[in-house]
């Protein structure tokens, strides 16, 4: 079947615009997780979803990041008032467990440049 | 906390190499580890995985051994290929998340 697809591929905001972006996970898993990914690092963790509950979103770096999931589906990270230091690969992730103990499995990911 | 440790800098090599990754974690209990490949303009693909102590992990020609007396995951592969070049991250499972390390860059030269 189809893995974890994101749209857009790309995105470039201006510094103060807001932004939305989609990822949708491997059909019947339960857990979905996002990352960020800045430019030669590793991806840290920003959020986990359990079904459509948010279990834990500690990794979220301000009150500008929000994540929604509202049918235990598709999810959403949103960004507002976007900053040049919110530029990154945004990953998503989806694994049929919950708490994701089992592999996760990636989407290609979201470049947002913000200029 | 938990925490993966991966040795610095891009690696280079020749064809037909061996190649060796090192990674170590900090573990308070008894994680599962793995590494993810990223090739060029693509996302994270899941290279290997270990789920207990002494497994060892194997895909492609890569292996790598979770040694918890040592608590290290190294990845070897004995003869790299050109398509092998990509980056190279260690992980560690945590309720909820993965841990990543900051990854290795292989570059392997015909």
């Known amino acids: 079947g189809a893995g974890v697809s994101q749209s857009p591929r790309y995105k470039v905001a201006k510094r103060g615009q807001d932004v939305a972006l989609r990822c949708d996970p491997i059909?019947?898993?339960?857990?979905l997780f996002w990352y960020q990914q800045a430019l030669g690092q590793g991806p840290e963790f920003l959020t986990y979803?359990?079904?459509?509950?948010?279990?834990?979103k500690s990794g979220l770096p301000s009150d500008r990041f929000f994540a929604e999931r509202p049918e235990g589906s598709v999810s959403t990270l949103k960004i507002q008032r976007t900053q040049q230091e919110d530029s990154a690969v945004y990953l998503c992730?989806?694994?049929?467990?919950?708490?994701?103990?089992?592999?996760?499995?990636f989407g290609p990911g979201t470049r947002l440049t913000v200029l | 906390g938990d925490s993966v440790t991966q040795m610095e800098g891009p690696v280079t090599l020749s064809e037909e190499a061996f190649l060796t990754i090192n990674c170590t974690y900090t573990?308070?209990?008894?994680?599962?580890l793995f590494w993810y490949v990223q090739y060029p303009g693509e996302g994270l693909q899941l290279l290997l995985k270990?789920?207990?102590?002494?497994d060892k992990g194997s895909n492609k020609g890569f292996e790598a051994t979770y040694r918890k007396e040592t608590t290290s995951f190294h990845l070897e592969k004995g003869s790299v290929q050109v398509s092998d070049s990509a980056v190279y991250f260690c992980?560690?499972?945590?309720?909820?998340?993965?841990?990543f390390g900051k990854g290795n860059q292989v570059v392997v030269i015909p």
């Open positions: 992980a560690l499972s945590l309720p909820g998340r993965l841990a």
């Open positions: 059909s019947g898993h339960v857990s």
């Open positions: 270990a789920t207990k102590a002494d």
């Open positions: 573990a308070t209990g008894y994680p599962s």
């Open positions: 979803f359990q079904n459509e509950a948010q279990l834990d």
């Open positions: 992730a989806s694994s049929l467990r919950r708490e994701g103990r089992d592999t996760q499995y």
